[in-house]
């Protein structure tokens, strides 16, 4: 029983790890997008930068729904460049909008 217990133990550390992994991905490709978006929008590319939007959003939220199966000390840094991709995503929807630089 005891053996059993601390597989499942590893099995959870692993999955977390994997998880931790997985966020942080989707955050780089998320500031990858964002930074191509921010480009395109300086040609005039209007229909990419729309579509790099609507990823970024989209990863956005995916991230938050996945950020809550992580402990406390996995979820700083990735709130932290959570709020970062956010207000870079908000910036760059209003530049978009002709709100401003």
């Not at 300086?42 to 990419?48: F, K, L, P, T, Y």
């Not at 970024?56 to 000390?73: D, H, M, N, W």
């Not at 460049?81 to 956010?86: R, S, T, V, Y």
Request: contains cysteine; charged residues 25%.
């Amino acid at each position: 029983m005891a053996d059993l217990t601390h597989q499942f133990t590893e099995l959870q550390l692993k999955t977390a790890r994997i998880r931790q992994d997985f966020l942080l991905a989707l955050l780089q490709n998320t500031f990858t997008a964002l930074e191509m978006a921010d480009f395109e929008l300086s040609i005039g590319n209007i229909e990419v930068v729309e579509k790099e939007l609507v990823h970024t959003q989209k990863a956005c939220s995916a991230i938050e729904r996945f950020v809550a199966g992580l402990k406390p000390e996995q979820r700083s840094n990735i709130d932290f460049q959570l709020a970062h991709a956010k207000d870079r995503h908000k910036k760059l929807a209003n530049k978009l909008r002709g709100g401003g630089h």
